[in-house]
């Protein structure tokens, strides 16, 4: 097992699948002649040539929809969005064609893609750059959607979508690109659809994901020395959720928070809370709450940027409110 | 919405209680559990606590009335807010009239007038007078407003058999949570140890000695064992413990006695037994209740588990709940479910006497006096402190001999003390 930077474990994934299945190809902006704008494919040009890593213009609905064409007639392509804000211009074909292809051939034309590049707010790109868009795509069937909060997870995770038959939305923490952790080598593969108990505890869970686990954790350590015994389930996988992983927490431990990084409305933590107060109510002691980004557009300005983040401090506030401490 | 307080079944038989003084004044701002008023049942005078948090809004009883269980008595509700209009005849009082009389009350008795209300009204009046017994006693506090609970504790308090009504919420609002019922001793109808007694059905004989006794002597075929007790040693019990421990320790007669009686009773389990009408049953676990005379009457309040408790955790004890019997402040559980009786009238210098069972108990220990008499000891007369008990027996659960064995079971006892200071 060799200790990995999240980049280097996403960039692992892709190169064994790559070797390992000659239908898979990477295609994206920057992502052959300058080894992707975050590096995430460094050596795979000189390593696959230029068939197998393709660089494209700056026109994210056209490369998508080749993609898609690409993966109908039996390629495993990798699209790279070089941020999902950008994505925004491809989510026409990302919805209306990989999505609901299976579908409307009545099951004779499988769309095997995968859609990956960084989500989530960084430091100071504005409003228009910072948004976490799991939520929109988890509501859409047909759609799995995918978020890897450690280097381990991305790479188990990239290799299990790349050979799922069924378009994946795999969205990277921008701000995770650097974090460190060990990774297994060689065939290590995460299934799609299972959460992941981070750290285990008795006294209320604590449900991330992404960009969320790292304070979630952090807030765990916290409560810890005020006598608190928190419980950290990283979903990793939005769509399908894990039901089972949600409701045996909640069942051992009657209190729940919920962290997302995207804006409360419609957001992924509003269906955890559906979900377990629809299959768990009988085992629920506290109403449960969400930490959420505030419903601003995020701003520029770095003090009010950090003040509509997700962090530590808020995740153990409300972890604190749900004990009635 | 404002919430209708009611009167209570404070105690398992009470059917109307007498509100004997409001703690709360119409306008104060009340929390939930907060005392609103003293209620005189049949047995004790008990409180009346708040089920919902606010103000009181309206007194629609005046003190010193009596009303029947769930009658209204009251309403709260946020300030200001308007209760609806009275339906119960016992409510009929000057001052609420008057108050109906102000433009506000009116409108909102207006309103309550449009069906919906005014039914849902009638329909929980109907629930409530419908049913019979000790249905209505628990019906009855659950009428007065949704207990708050979290879906955890409700399905605990289901699984487990524990009335919420009962349970302290210490979470929001008063909800009660599961850390709440975690720490309620929870009353398991059947847990994996069992029950603390067993049932055992009737042999054809103990149904005919039943029968044909009842047939004679009344509804408790009861016969009467009589010894007299030296109580010499257990004197000098006393004495020695007054003089060497001091003030604040002490030892009662009464105390040795109850002490004798709970141990005897662990040697005896076939008289710590209750009579329930097709079946005895045996406790396995002894709690002993003590008379004690209060102004109108007497009440027993219970030592639970007494053959586990030291002489002086019996003599603290007794003192205590004595002295709130006389001050009429038992709780219902607190005199009720004793497994055998003691009655000592010993301080009013009788002698001897006969004490009337409680049932379903099928004994009573009757204490008389002690004083010196003279007595045989090693051929020779002398005085000595003695003491006469007799143990009214029902017949269809103890016989002649089994009382008798227990019976000298306590006089042994008594008669060595110093067994009675072991643990």
């Not at chain 1, 981070?198 to 350590?221: F, N, W, Y």
């Amino acid at each position: 097992m060799a200790t990995l930077t999240y980049r280097d474990a996403l960039n692992q994934a892709l190169r064994e699948e790559m070797a390992r299945d000659s239908s898979v190809f990477l295609m994206g902006e920057e992502v052959a002649e300058y080894d992707g704008a975050y590096k995430v494919s460094r050596g795979l040009l000189k390593e696959f040539g230029p068939k197998r890593v393709v660089d494209t213009p700056i026109a994210e609905l056209g490369f998508t929809g080749i993609g898609i064409g690409a993966a109908m007639v039996g390629l495993r392509p990798v699209i790279e969005m070089m941020t999902w804000n950008f994505a925004l211009l491809a989510i026409d074909q990302i919805i209306n064609s990989a999505a609901k292809m299976r579908y409307m051939s009545g099951g004779q034309v499988g769309v095997p893609i995968v859609f990956r590049g960084p989500g989530g707010a960084a430091l100071q790109l504005g409003a228009q750059h910072s948004q976490a868009f799991e939520s929109f795509y988890a509501h859409v069937p047909g759609l799995k959607v995918v978020t890897p909060a450690t280097p381990a997870d991305a790479k188990g995770l990239l290799k299990s979508a790349i050979r799922d038959d069924n378009p994946v939305v795999f969205i990277e923490g921008e701000m995770l690109y650097n974090q460190k952790g060990e990774v297994p080598d060689g065939e290590h593969l995460t299934p799609l659809g299972k959460a992941d108990v981070k750290r285990p505890g008795k006294d209320v869970t604590i449900v991330c994901h992404s960009k969320t686990v790292g304070p979630a954790l952090k807030a765990a350590e916290q409560l810890a020395a005020e006598g608190v015994d928190a419980e950290v389930i990283d979903l990793r996988t939005i769509r399908p959720l894990d039901t089972d992983a949600l409701l045996e927490s909640v069942a051992k431990t009657n209190r729940c928070v919920v962290a997302e990084e995207g804006w409360p409305f419609a957001g992924v933590g509003a269906q955890v809370v559906d979900l377990i107060q629809r299959e768990g109510f009988d085992l629920l002691d506290a109403p449960i709450l969400r930490v959420t980004g505030a419903d601003v557009p995020m701003p520029y300005n770095k003090h009010l940027e950090r003040a509509a983040k997700v962090d530590a401090a808020k995740i153990q506030d409300a972890a604190k409110k749900v004990l009635y401490r | 919405m404002a919430t209708k307080v009611v009167m209570e079944a404070l105690s398992p038989t009470m059917e109307e209680g007498r509100l004997v003084e409001w703690k709360k004044n119409e306008g104060d701002a009340i929390a939930l559990g907060d005392v609103l008023a003293e209620v005189e049942t049949d047995k004790a005078v008990m409180e009346l606590v708040a089920r919902a948090g606010g103000t009181l809004l309206r007194q629609t009883v005046a003190a010193g009335a009596t009303v029947p269980v769930s009658a209204e008595v009251g309403w709260i509700g946020e300030a200001g807010e308007g209760v609806p209009s009275r339906t119960d005849k016992t409510d009929k009082t000057g001052k609420t009239d008057k108050t109906d009389k102000t433009g506000k009350t009116d409108k909102t008795d207006k309103t309550d007038k449009t069906g919906k209300t005014d039914k849902t009204d009638k329909t929980d009046r109907t629930d409530k007078t419908d049913g019979r017994d000790g249905a209505v006693a628990r019906a009855a506090p659950a009428s007065v407003g949704r207990v708050k609970a979290s879906p955890v504790a409700r399905k605990m308090a289901a699984e487990t058999g524990v009335d919420l009504t009962t349970v302290a919420g210490s979470g929001p609002e008063g909800r009660v949570i599961k850390r709440d019922l975690e720490s309620t001793p929870i009353r398991l109808p059947a847990g994996p140890a069992g029950p603390p007694y067993t049932d055992t059905p009737l042999s054809q004989i103990r149904k005919t000695i039943a029968k044909r006794l009842v047939q004679s002597i009344g509804p408790i075929p009861t016969f009467y064992l009589t010894t007299e007790i030296d109580m010499e040693r257990a004197a000098d019990l006393r004495e020695q413990v007054k003089a060497t421990q001091g003030e604040g320790v002490k030892v009662s007669f009464n105390d040795l006695v109850v002490r004798a009686v709970s141990l005897a009773l662990v040697q005896h389990p076939a008289c710590n037994a209750w009579w329930q009408d097709d079946k005895i049953r045996y406790w396995h676990e002894i709690h002993v209740g003590m008379a004690v005379a209060v102004d109108d009457g007497l009440i027993t309040p219970v030592i639970r588990h007494a053959d586990r408790k030291t002489l002086f955790e019996i003599g603290a004890e007794s003192k205590e709940l004595a002295g709130r019997a006389r001050e009429r402040r038992l709780k219902p559980e607190e005199y009720t479910g004793a497994t055998f009786s003691i009655s000592n009238l010993g301080m009013f210098d009788i002698e001897h006497f006969t004490a009337v069972i409680n049932p379903p108990e099928a004994g009573i220990l009757a204490v008389g006096s002690i004083a010196p008499i003279p007595a045989v000891v090693d051929g020779a007369v002398v005085p000595r402190r003695r003491m006469r008990v007799t143990m009214s027996c029902d017949h269809r659960v103890i016989d002649g001999a089994t009382g008798a064995r227990f019976l000298s079971t306590v006089k042994l006892l008594l008669e060595n003390p110093a067994s009675l200071l072991l643990p």
